[in-house]
């Protein structure tokens, strides 16, 4: 018996293509097939097309309401959830004093259980379905997210060997055989994450880069976030045997294997064109966090503006990511919002919510090396996306000015980002459903 297999799902569709351009499609029609897109195109010619083959079960009609791809969100410490609102001075200082008491706890196997449960539940609410994630030291708390994210994530602990607090210090052997067992267990999965050159020493860097290389993981760091850290990392390095005549923070990264096409800087504001230089030829990505780094009155971390130009000019990929805790709310909407915000206050051209959705969505997708697959809405692709909804959807002119609409309203009351997203498709499920 031949079963109907197609899903049909009617909505004004957002789907971005680059830095510049975004398809919209008012009143348009995605036809899935089990886990991917068969057909995308305006309701009219859909309807035309398959209406002998739709029926009541098989329709969702989303009525006013934007349809894009899920997110991805290129930075993110799963285990800073708590840390979210609080004050914040500095970065090394917040560190200190309210990150590091945050992810001892989830030294305890069964908090980590029960926070990894519900984060991730959240995370799917907020319409994040990809990504790269932080989680603790501890080797049970990578299992629990693993375990509990749905979705395309690399998941990796920090590793902290060195200037960090004793319950957070770990022997240069324990982090490598975690490493090992890490990546036996999930494989590509899992991601080789020193908390940054700071905490990690350069035989751990070194050592734990080849395993990830080997396995092909993908290695993710904190890099050059404030000048008071780039100081500490020079100071630090330049007594060290084989690192004295190290000329900047990248260099470091450069000489303990931490660079290449599978890895992800976090941040990397404060970047030399020689630096820019090592990552464009080592093809190391950089993920931008504005709302973390926004100005402490908007609740970041006051680390200063991404130059994404400069960026950009020296041929460097980069995506966007939320860096929760140092940024305040979960929903890249938010994000979005940063960095559009932030730019326009500088008066810096370029910073588009067309750009700052391709940023948050495919770009993510093509550095996890997903982007033939997921990302945005084509057909072959994955059905993977979000639904939103929003008023007269189908008569705005264009995704810049839908994407506004959306997104601008919300700015004095963040936390609305995260309740945004109506529904959820992923690969073909429908895993956030409308309430009743
Ligand atoms: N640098 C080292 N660790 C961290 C962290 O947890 N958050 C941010 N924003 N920067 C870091
Ligand atoms: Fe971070």
Request: glycine share 8%; with cysteine; proline share 4%.
């Given at each position: 018996?031949?079963?109907?297999?197609?899903?049909?799902?009617?909505?004004?569709?957002?789907?971005?293509?680059?830095?510049?351009?975004?398809?919209?499609?008012?009143?348009?029609?995605?036809?899935?097939?089990?886990?991917?897109?068969?057909?995308?195109?305006?309701?009219?010619?859909?309807?035309?097309?398959?209406?002998?083959?739709?029926?009541?079960?098989?329709?969702?009609?989303?009525?006013?309401?934007?349809?894009?791809?899920?997110?991805?969100?290129?930075?993110?410490h799963?285990?800073?959830d708590?840390v979210?609102?609080?004050?914040?001075?500095?970065?090394?200082?917040?560190?200190?004093?309210?990150?590091?008491?945050?992810?001892?706890?989830?030294?305890?196997?069964?908090?980590?259980?029960?926070?990894?449960?519900?984060?991730?539940?959240?995370?799917t609410?907020?319409?994040?379905?990809?990504?790269?994630?932080?989680?603790?030291?501890?080797?049970?708390?990578?299992?629990?997210?693993?375990?509990?994210?749905?979705?395309?994530?690399?998941?990796?602990?920090?590793?902290?060997?060195?200037?960090?607090?004793?319950?957070?210090?770990?022997?240069?052997?324990?982090?490598?055989?975690?490493?090992?067992?890490?990546?036996?267990?999930?494989?590509?999965?899992?991601?080789?994450?020193p908390?940054?050159a700071?905490?990690?020493?350069?035989?751990?860097?070194?050592?734990?880069?080849?395993?990830?290389?080997?396995?092909?993981?993908?290695?993710?760091?904190?890099?050059s976030?404030?000048?008071?850290?780039?100081?500490?990392?020079?100071?630090?390095?330049?007594?060290?045997?084989?690192?004295?005549?190290?000329?900047?923070?990248?260099?470091?990264?450069?000489?303990?294997?931490?660079?290449g096409?599978?890895?992800?800087?976090?941040?990397?504001?404060?970047?030399?064109?020689?630096?820019?230089?090592?990552?464009?030829k080592?093809?190391?990505?950089?993920?931008?966090?504005?709302?973390?780094?926004?100005?402490i009155?908007?609740?970041?971390?006051?680390?200063?503006?991404?130059?994404?130009?400069?960026?950009?000019?020296?041929?460097?990929?980069?995506?966007?990511?939320?860096?929760?805790?140092?940024?305040?709310?979960?929903?890249?909407?938010?994000?979005?919002?940063?960095?559009?915000?932030?730019?326009?206050?500088?008066?810096?051209?370029?910073?588009?919510?067309?750009?700052?959705?391709?940023?948050?969505?495919?770009?993510?997708?093509?550095?996890?090396?997903?982007?033939?697959?997921?990302?945005?809405?084509?057909?072959?692709?994955?059905?993977?996306?979000?639904?939103?909804?929003?008023?007269?959807?189908?008569?705005?002119?264009?995704?810049?000015?839908?994407?506004?609409?959306?997104?601008?309203?919300?700015?004095?009351?963040?936390?609305?980002?995260?309740q945004?997203?109506?529904?959820?498709?992923?690969?073909?499920?429908?895993?956030?459903?409308?309430?009743?």
């Open positions: 018996m031949a079963t109907q297999k197609k899903h049909f799902y009617i909505a004004t569709i957002l789907n971005p293509k680059n830095d510049k351009e975004c398809d919209f499609l008012p009143n348009g029609m995605i036809v899935t097939e089990k886990s991917k897109i068969v057909d995308i195109l305006p309701l009219e010619k859909g309807l035309k097309k398959y209406s002998s083959k739709m029926d009541k079960k098989n329709t969702t009609d989303f009525g006013d309401a934007l349809l894009m791809p899920g997110f991805f969100d290129m930075h993110f799963w285990v800073q708590d979210r609102e609080m004050p914040k001075d500095s970065l090394l200082e917040w560190l200190e004093k309210y990150t590091f008491p945050t992810e001892m706890k989830f030294a305890n196997k069964a908090y980590a259980k029960k926070r990894a449960k519900e984060f991730f539940a959240r995370l609410k907020a319409g994040t379905l990809g990504g790269a994630c932080y989680s603790s030291i501890h080797e049970h708390a990578v299992e629990a997210a693993i375990k509990n994210v749905q979705g395309d994530f690399v998941i990796g602990n920090v590793i902290m060997n060195m200037n960090s607090p004793k319950e957070l210090t770990q022997g240069e052997d324990d982090s490598l055989d975690i490493t090992k067992r890490l990546i036996k267990k999930f494989g590509p999965k899992h991601a080789f994450t908390r940054f700071i905490t990690t020493t350069p035989k751990v860097m070194k050592k734990g880069s080849k395993m990830a290389d080997k396995a092909k993981c993908f290695k993710q760091t904190h890099l976030e404030t000048k008071a850290e780039i100081d500490f990392v020079l100071s630090l390095y330049r007594k060290m045997p084989g690192f004295e005549k190290v000329s900047s923070y990248t260099e470091i990264y450069e000489k303990t294997g931490m660079l096409k599978r890895s992800l800087m976090g941040h990397g504001i404060h970047l030399s064109p020689k630096e820019l230089k090592t990552l464009n080592t093809q190391t990505a950089v993920v931008h966090c504005p709302t973390s780094n926004a100005p009155k908007e609740r970041g971390l006051g680390s200063g503006l991404f130059n994404f130009h400069t960026v950009e000019k020296a041929k460097v990929r980069w995506a966007l990511g939320s860096d929760i805790g140092g940024g305040p709310i979960l929903s890249m909407f938010d994000v979005m919002r940063s960095f559009v915000d932030q730019n326009q206050k500088k008066k810096v051209k370029g910073a588009t919510y067309v750009k700052a959705l391709y940023r948050s969505t495919l770009a993510g997708a093509e550095i996890l090396g997903l982007g033939k697959k997921t990302g945005s809405l084509e057909k072959k692709k994955l059905a993977s996306f979000i639904v939103v909804p929003l008023k007269q959807a189908s008569s705005m002119r264009n995704a810049e000015e839908a994407l506004s609409k959306l997104i601008g309203p919300h700015k004095l009351k963040r936390l609305q980002y995260d945004l997203v109506s529904q959820v498709v992923f690969e073909g499920k429908e895993v956030i459903k409308k309430k009743a």
